[in-house]
Structures are given as structure tokens and as C-alpha cells.
T-cell receptor, first 116, second 111 residues
Framework: DTGVSQNPRHKITKRGQNVTFRCDPI?????LYWYRQTLGQGPEFLTY????????KSRLLSDRFSAERPKGSFSTLEIQRTEQGDSAMYLC??????????????FGSGTRLTVV | QKEVEQNSGPLSVPEGAIASLNCTYS??????FFWYRQYSGKSPELIMF????GDKEDGRFTAQLNKASQYVSLLIRDSQPSDSATYLC???????????FGKGTMLLVSP
């Protein structure tokens, strides 16, 4: 169990540029979640996948955001035309339906995005 | 809108004291409840979960759940400076497959 891996750890980008983040979940976990966290706030849900299917998206997820999990393993989160308000920590988490959500998520280390 | 409320703090306690962290939630159908610890600049780390009314103990940590009052708490006994962190309460809402988090309570344990 190598944990949830996220890359890059930090990303600084200019406003208007596109960015892509990657998440590799724990290998036996079939559910993968993306959350966003700003300073002084708790994590806010963005979207989640069960295997390769994207089952739920938050209303927070504007059209500039897209997420994929093409083979049910790693996932990518892309933000197009970044805005300063996108600056946040982007957290990926995974869980297993075999264990049930009653056991919670395991989070990755996060990707800190700064839009300048 | 499913809500999870926490006092943002900071809650300051001396080393060795009991720290009591509280959380209320709006969805009566909520099934499972979690406490995560988050050190500054780091990601959340699961420390406790509970889904039955009453107390659940794990080492120095005790989670308490009262579904009638829609209230969850976390007690930390013999608090240590290394316990200084933000504690996030999270709730698994009925009908959803995701967790809703509160804003977190910052705990400061002074030596």
C-alpha cells in the first residue's frame, strides 16, 4: 500500500493558462474523489468516480473543470483558463466499495495551485 | 444543502488537559461520522470514525455520537503539543457516496 499519490505537489501558473493534475489512488480502491480546499475552509467536494465512471459532480465544478479516469486507475483534473479564484489545494482521495464508505477516505498529499 | 458546523477556534488547552471538539450536522439521515486531523500545509488524515450512538475509544481519542441531537464530538485526553492541528468533522450523508466536511477547529496545545 503506497498511499494516494498526487502530482505535481505545487503548481504556479499565470491566469488564463490551463493546468492538469494527476492522482494515483491506492491500487485496490475503486472509488476516487477530488476535493478543493482554500485557507480556513474544509475540503469541498468536486467530483467522484467509481471505476472509470464519473458518478457525481458538484455544482462548484464549472465548465472550465474536467476530470477523467480513463481506465479506472489514475485520474486527471484539468482546469482551463485558470482564474485567481482557482488558487487552492486540490485534494484527491480514494476508498473501496468493498470496505464501504463507513471507513472513510484516504487522502493524497494534495496539489497546491497558485494562479498569478 | 447538507451542512456540517464546527467552531473554527482556536481552542487552546495546556499540555495534559482534555481537548473537546464539537460538530453538528443538518442531515438526520447521516450514517457515518469521521474525524480527520490536518497539520498546517498537509492533507487530512483519518483518526476516528463512528456510526453508532455512544462512545468509541481509540487510545487517547474518544468519539461521541448523539444522532437525536445531531451532534458528534471528539475528546483528546492527555493533550500533547503534537496534537496541535486543525480537526475536521466529516459526515456521510444519506443518499450520497461522498463526505461533507466542516470548516475545522484549530487546536493549540501549549507546553
Amino acid at each position: 500500500d503506497t498511499g494516494v499519490s498526487q502530482n505535481p505537489r505545487h503548481k504556479i501558473t499565470k491566469r488564463g493558462q490551463n493546468v492538469t493534475f494527476r492522482c494515483d489512488p491506492i491500487s485496490e480502491h475503486n472509488r476516487l474523489y477530488w476535493y478543493r480546499q482554500t485557507l480556513g475552509q474544509g475540503p469541498e467536494f468536486l467530483t467522484y468516480f467509481q471505476n472509470e465512471a464519473q458518478l457525481e459532480k458538484s455544482r462548484l465544478l464549472s465548465d472550465r473543470f474536467s476530470a477523467e479516469r480513463p481506465k479506472g486507475s489514475f485520474s486527471t483534473l484539468e482546469i482551463q483558463r485558470t482564474e485567481q479564484g482557482d488558487s487552492a489545494m486540490y485534494l484527491c482521495a480514494s476508498s473501496s466499495t468493498a470496505r464501504g464508505l463507513g471507513y472513510g477516505y484516504t487522502f493524497g498529499s494534495g496539489t497546491r495551485l497558485t494562479v498569478v | 444543502q447538507k451542512e456540517v458546523e464546527q467552531n473554527s477556534g482556536p481552542l487552546s488547552v495546556p499540555e495534559g488537559a482534555i481537548a473537546s471538539l464539537n460538530c453538528t450536522y443538518s442531515d438526520r439521515g447521516s450514517q457515518s461520522f469521521f474525524w480527520y486531523r490536518q497539520y498546517s500545509g498537509k492533507s487530512p488524515e483519518l483518526i476516528m470514525f463512528i456510526y453508532s450512538n455512544g462512545d468509541k475509544e481509540d487510545g487517547r481519542f474518544t468519539a461521541q455520537l448523539n444522532k437525536a441531537s445531531q451532534y458528534v464530538s471528539l475528546l483528546i485526553r492527555d493533550s500533547q503539543p503534537s496534537d496541535s492541528a486543525t480537526y475536521l468533522c466529516a459526515v456521510h450523508n444519506s443518499g450520497y457516496s461522498t463526505l461533507t466536511f466542516g470548516k475545522g477547529t484549530m487546536l493549540l496545545v501549549s507546553p
